[in-house]
């Protein structure tokens, strides 16, 4: 692998970005809404799988006796 690369100029906005692509700004508003939308169901999936992993203080008595049974 080569050297370490230093990012010295600063990243484009999001505006920027689409002014040079030519987007309109209702397709970028839009983009932005399907966005935060995405994140919205991220978290909240994120949130239901590590809950039912977690199952609470009873789901760790289940699976000591399901293991004493072998």
């Known amino acids: 692998m080569s050297g370490k690369i230093i990012i010295t100029t600063p990243f484009p906005t999001p ?40 199952g609470g203080r009873n789901s760790s008595k289940v699976v000591k006796a399901s293991r004493s049974k072998k």
């Open 15 to 54: 505006e920027e970005v689409a002014a040079y692509y030519r987007i309109p700004a209702k397709r970028v508003a839009e983009l932005d809404r399907m966005i935060a939308e995405h994140r919205a169901e991220s978290v909240a999936s994120r949130r239901k799988k590590a809950s039912s992993r977690n």
